[in-house]
């Protein structure tokens, strides 16, 4: 731990500078350790300055799966189109590699569920059991429930509809909590359930433009899920 805290202060003190925090960050990146080299990363600013998208964006292709996770987090952050654009653009150079690693995998489909930018849909609603890895499938359907659109809930319910039994039922709470948050409508207790259900409403349903209230516990998981604070 106290390694960590170290690394961590090491790694802070050449990404603190506020007037350049891209070449701080690019100064970071050449540090021999992989932890550096994340821990620079998680701490870099979420401001959305292309020259900062540009220094993270070599980190994607890093010998460290740690890091390249922490490129893919930090991009998430940046809630900015040229973010969303290096994400989109490793999603299709990186593809082969990314289903080898699951948990970058997942890491891709939180940032761009982050975004929540209806044209990440080309990579959340496609291919969607090429990989049944149970971290990358709740993440995939997570970041659905983030993008307000028809076409997102079409594409949660295909995915709960194909679905083998088995990785149907761990990811049965995800699947539910992100139809709730897309629709506000109850998902019931099953895959087959929410099926149902939308088939129901479909026709000339409109996704409301911001998340509507949601019971309690479903409301918990959906902040625990995006680390939001609970709304007053």
Not at 1 to 11: D, E, H, K
Not at 40 to 61: H, K, N, S
Not at 75 to 82: D, F, Q, T, V
Not at 212 to 230: F, I, S, Y
Request: hydrophobic share 50%; charged share 20%; aromatic share 4%.
């Amino acid at each position: 731990m106290l390694l960590v805290a170290v690394s961590l202060a090491f790694a802070l003190s050449h990404v603190a500078p506020a007037e350049d925090p891209a070449t701080a960050l690019t100064a970071a990146l050449q540090r021999s350790r992989p932890a550096l080299r994340a821990a620079a990363l998680d701490l870099a600013p979420a401001t959305a300055e292309r020259t900062l998208v540009e220094a993270i964006r070599p980190a994607l292709g890093d010998p460290s799966e740690e890091v390249r996770r922490a490129a893919l987090a930090a991009l998430g952050r940046i809630r900015a189109p040229e973010s969303l654009d290096v994400l989109l653009e490793h999603s299709g150079t990186a593809a082969a590699s990314l289903l080898r690693h699951p948990r970058e995998q997942a890491q891709l489909f939180r940032a761009l569920g982050q975004h929540a930018d209806a044209r990440a849909l080309r990579v959340l609603a496609s291919d969607a059991l090429a990989s049944l890895e149970p971290e990358p499938l709740r993440a995939r359907i997570l970041a659905l429930g983030r993008i307000r659109t028809h076409e997102s809930v079409d594409a949660l319910v295909a995915l709960a509809r194909s679905l083998p039994f088995a990785e149907e039922q761990q990811v049965l709470h995800e699947l539910r909590l992100s139809f709730a948050a897309l629709t506000g409508e109850s998902p019931g207790q099953t895959a087959a359930s929410l099926v149902k259900r939308w088939a129901e409403r479909r026709a000339g349903f409109v996704v409301p433009a911001e998340i509507p209230a949601l019971p309690p516990a479903l409301a918990r998981r959906w902040q625990a899920a995006w680390n939001e604070a609970p709304s007053r």
